[in-house]
């Protein structure tokens, strides 16, 4: 079972940048795609951003606003969130996920795996 470990959150001001990271514990990581959720208090998971590994090509939510940029390192095994002019309803638990089932174009993704989560605070 691969490990996902979540790390970049912290507190922060409104209108500040932050970039999460996700590092996967396999040597060998290939996953059909890598995903970002956040779940704030009191709400249910949602989901930020998703990145299909072998091309790069980005998916988003519509309600981020344009506001998060998905990445991934694959010689890194490492999966990113960069987000910009965080509010304070952007407080949540970041969750990174990856979907380790196989290629197919245009298949839809099914996130099996999950790490711990790592807080994001944002102050107004």
């Known amino acids: 079972q691969v490990q996902l470990v979540e790390s970049g959150g912290g507190l922060v001001q409104a209108g500040d940048s932050l970039t999460l990271s996700c590092a996967a514990s396999e040597r060998t990581f290939s996953p059909y795609g890598m995903g970002w959720y956040r779940q704030a208090p009191g709400k249910e998971r949602e989901f930020v951003a998703a990145i299909t590994w072998s091309t790069g090509a980005p998916f988003y939510s519509d309600s981020m606003e344009g506001r998060f940029t998905i990445s991934r390192d694959i010689d890194k095994n490492t999966v990113y969130l960069q987000s910009n002019s965080l509010k304070p309803e952007d407080t949540a638990v970041y969750y990174c996920?990856?979907?380790?089932?196989?290629?197919?174009?245009?298949?839809?993704?099914?996130?099996?795996?999950w790490g711990q989560g790592t807080q994001v605070i944002v102050s107004s």
């Open positions: 996920a990856a979907d380790l089932g196989v290629f197919v174009v245009g298949r839809p993704y099914s996130f099996g795996s």
